[in-house]
C-alpha cells in the first residue's frame, strides 16, 4: 500500500450509507498499486473527493478497473451517468452547495464533446470540478486498429481549454499523480474552475516496474490565503464613511452563514442598498428591507436600476457583469466603485464571460467573504439606524390561468416554513415569488446559459443536500428539463431525493420573445413567432419521461386547483427518499419588465 492511501485514509469525506450501498463490487482482494491506473486513484482518494460522475469508455477501462478492484468503488464512488453532459453537471451542482470540487470521468475525445457544455457552464459559474479524460495509446504502435486510431487526438484538451483552468497529458504515473493533485489543487482555488487530466490509455494500463515513491500529498495542496491590503481597506473605508447613497452588489459570494450575516451587519452599518442576481447563489436576503427591488437576471429589476442611479458609492461583492448593469443605468455612473474580486485572475482570450471592462475606484484584489469583515473592523459602529419595513411583496396572481407565478405560490405554500434549496429556476421565474434568506436557499444559475444543464445541476445539488435537511427543489424549463432529463436515473439509481417541477410552457419560450423582436423590427408578422419554438403535436409526457428513469412522475397539472394536493403528494415521495417531477403546464410568458425588455423594437 502505497503512502497516498495511509495519507489520505484520515479524512474520510462525509459519505451516505443509502448511496454507498448501490453498486457494491465483490472485494478484489488487491491491496498494492499494480498499474499506472491505480497511482491515479491514489491520487484521486488523495483529493478527498466522495464521487466520481461518469459515463463509462475504453480509453479508461484502466482507471475503471482500480476504482472498482483497487479502491472497492469508495471514496470516490462511482456515480453512472446516462450522458457525459450531465456528469458534469452533477459534479457542478455538487460544488454549488459545497464550495469543492466533485470528479467526473469522460471517455476520450468522444465524451469529453459531449461534456464540453457542461465544462463551459462550470467554468462561466467559477465552480471547481476535477474532470479525468483518457485518449487512445499515444504510443501508437500500441493501438488497437481502427477505434484507438479515432479516440486519439493530438491535443485533446485543447477542445476545452478555452474554458478550464488547467489541463494536462501526463505520461507517467509519477506524472499522472502529480497532475491529479495540481488538478485539485486549481480547481478549488479561487477563482475556482474546472481542470482536465487527460490520460494516456498505454501508461495506465502498464503495469508498474516499480512502485511510485511515496509522498505527503497534504504538501502539494496548501491552502491559498488572499487577503486585501491594507491601503485599499482604509481607502474604501473613507468613501464608505461620507457616502449618502452606498449601494451594494451582492454577488458571487460562498454558501458560509456567518459570511451571509457580515454582509448584512455591512449593509445595515452603512445603511446601503443591496441588489442580488438570479445568476448567482443567494447573497442577501431578498426580503430585507434594504434589498432593491426583487432579484432578477440579466434585467434588473427598476429600483435596483434606481439604487444605481441614485448611488455615490458602489461596492461589488464580485458582480458577475458590473459594466452590464451600469450599462442598464443609462451609461457612465457618477459613483466611485469599489470591487471584490480576484476574478481578473482568470480571464482569458477564448471566453468574453469577463464581461465588459468596468470603471473600479478601488480594488480589494480577495475573495469578498475575506473583505467584508474587514470593511466593517475598519468602519467601526455605527450611529442607531431608522428601521423601515420591508417592501417585499409577491407577485399577484392573474385569474383563470396557471402561470409560472402560480406554481411558485403553490410550491412555497406546500413546502412551509422547512428549509428549502432551490437548485435551478426557469428562466420564466419572477424573483418577487420567493424570498431567500440563507445562502443555501437559492444556488444560482447555470452559470453558462447553457440549457439543459438544469437537471444534472439539481442532482449534483441534490446529492450534496442529501442528509442536511434541506429539501432539494428545482423548477426547470420544459426545454432545459428534455435537454437533461436522464440525470434523473442517475438520481433515482443513487437513491437522491430531489423534486423536480417543469415550468412546461411547451415551447423554447425564450426564443419566441427573440423572433417576436425580430418580427417587429423588420414590421413582419409576430404571430409567427412561434415557428420552429412550440414542443407540441405531440405533446412530451413529462411525468412519464420521469416514471421511465425510477422516478415518481406527477401530471401533466392544468389547472392552478390542482397545484396544492400534487406538490404534497410529492414533497411526501421525496420526504421518502424517491425522486419526483411534477409537469405543470404553465401559460407562455415572462415577467412584464422582461416581456419588456425582450421584445421592444430596439435597443
Ligand atoms: C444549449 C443551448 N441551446 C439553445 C439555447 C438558446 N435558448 C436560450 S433559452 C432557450 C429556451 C429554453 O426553453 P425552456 O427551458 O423551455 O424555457 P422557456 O424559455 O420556455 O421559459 C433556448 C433554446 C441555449 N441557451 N443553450
Ligand atoms: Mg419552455
Known amino acids: 500500500m502505497s503512502n497516498v492511501r495511509r495519507e489520505s485514509a484520515k479524512k474520510e469525506p462525509a459519505r451516505d450509507p443509502a448511496i454507498a450501498s448501490v453498486d457494491r463490487p465483490v472485494p478484489a482482494g488487491v491491496n498494492a498499486a499494480g498499474f499506472g491506473s491505480d497511482v491515479v486513484a491514489d491520487a484521486l482518494r488523495a483529493l478527498d473527493i466522495p464521487y466520481i460522475a461518469l459515463n463509462p469508455g475504453a480509453s479508461y477501462r484502466g482507471l475503471h478497473d482500480s476504482l472498482v478492484n483497487y479502491l472497492g468503488n469508495e471514496r470516490p464512488q462511482m456515480l453512472l451517468c446516462l450522458h457525459e453532459e450531465s456528469a458534469l453537471a452533477i459534479a457542478h451542482g455538487y460544488a454549488k452547495v459545497t464550495g469543492k470540487a466533485m470528479a467526473a470521468a469522460v471517455h476520450s475525445n468522444v465524451g469529453l464533446m459531449h461534456a464540453t457544455m457542461a465544462f463551459f457552464n462550470a467554468w462561466c459559474d467559477r465552480m471547481p470540478m476535477v474532470v479525468l479524460g483518457a485518449t487512445g495509446p499515444v504510443d501508437a504502435v500500441k493501438r488497437r486498429p481502427w477505434i484507438d486510431w479515432i479516440h486519439t487526438a493530438r491535443d485533446q484538451g485543447a477542445l476545452v481549454r478555452g474554458y478550464t483552468k488547467w489541463d494536462d497529458q501526463p505520461a507517467s504515473p509519477a506524472a499522472a499523480r502529480e497532475a491529479v493533485l495540481r488538478a485539485g489543487w486549481i480547481a478549488n482555488t479561487a ?51 461620507n457616502a449618502k447613497h452606498p449601494v451594494i452588489l451582492a454577488g458571487r459570494v460562498s454558501r458560509d452563514p456567518e459570511a451571509w450575516n457580515k454582509r448584512v451587519a455591512l449593509a445595515e452599518r452603512l445603511n446601503a442598498r443591496v441588489i442580488t442576481d438570479l445568476k448567482v447563489s443567494a447573497a442577501f436576503p431578498t426580503d430585507h428591507p434594504l434589498h432593491a427591488g426583487s432579484p432578477a437576471g440579466s434585467i434588473l429589476a427598476a429600483e435596483a436600476v434606481e439604487a444605481i442611479r441614485a ?293
Not at 221 to 241: C, G, H, I, Q, Y
Not at 454 to 483: E, N, Q
Open 311 to 603: 448611488a455615490d458609492v458602489i461596492v461589488s461583492l464580485d458582480w458577475v457583469d458590473i459594466a452590464g448593469a451600469f450599462k442598464q443605468a443609462g451609461g457612465t455612473v457618477a459613483a466611485k466603485v469599489v470591487q471584490l474580486s480576484v476574478d481578473h485572475r482568470l480571464h482569458n482570450g477564448w471566453s468574453m464571460d469577463y464581461q465588459g471592462l468596468p470603471p473600479v475606484d478601488v480594488l480589494l484584489a480577495c475573495e469578498p467573504d475575506v473583505a467584508v469583515p474587514a470593511l466593517l473592523e475598519a468602519l467601526g459602529p455605527g450611529g442607531p439606524r431608522t428601521v423601515v419595513p420591508s417592501s417585499h411583496q409577491f407577485p399577484k396572481l392573474a385569474e383563470g390561468k396557471l402561470t409560472v407565478d402560480h406554481l411558485a405560490d403553490s410550491l412555497r405554500r406546500a413546502v412551509g416554513d422547512r428549509p428549502v434549496s432551490l437548485a435551478h429556476l426557469p428562466l420564466s421565474w419572477n424573483g418577487a415569488s420567493w424570498p431567500f434568506r440563507h445562502p443555501l436557499d437559492f444556488l444560482g444559475s447555470d452559470g453558462g446559459g447553457g440549457v439543459g444543464g438544469g437537471p444534472g445541476i439539481s442532482v449534483g445539488a441534490a446529492l450534496a443536500l442529501k442528509g442536511s435537511g434541506r429539501l432539494a427543489l428545482a423548477v426547470c424549463g420544459d426545454g432545459d428539463f428534455m435537454m437533461g432529463c436522464t440525470a434523473i436515473w442517475t438520481a433515482a439509481h443513487y437513491k437522491i431525493p430531489l423534486l423536480v417541477a417543469v415550468a412546461n410552457n411547451r415551447s423554447f419560450f425564450n426564443d419566441e420573445l427573440h423572433q417576436e423582436r425580430v418580427a417587429r423590427m423588420r414590421n413582419r408578422p409576430v404571430e409567427n413567432r412561434w415557428v420552429g419554438q412550440r414542443i407540441s403535436e405531440p405533446d412530451i409526457d413529462i411525468a412519464a419521461i420521469a416514471r421511465a428513469q425510477g422516478a415518481q412522475g406527477f401530471g401533466p397539472i392544468k389547472s392552478a386547483d390542482e397545484l396544492g394536493s400534487t406538490f404534497a403528494k410529492a414533497i411526501a415521495a421525496v420526504d421518502a427518499g424517491h425522486v419526483a417531477v411534477v409537469d405543470v403546464w404553465v401559460e407562455p410568458g415572462y415577467t412584464a419588465a422582461v416581456t419588456a425588455a425582450m421584445t421592444r423594437k430596439s435597443d
Open 191 to 241: 477563482p475556482r474552475g474546472p481542470t482536465y487530466v487527460n490520460l494516456d490509455a498505454g501508461m495506465q494500463e502498464e503495469k508498474l516496474a516499480e512502485p511510485v515513491p511515496p509522498i505527503d500529498t497534504a504538501r502539494y495542496m496548501p491552502e491559498v490565503a488572499s487577503a486585501p491590503s491594507p491601503d485599499a481597506v482604509v481607502k474604501t473605508a473613507a468613501l464608505l464613511r
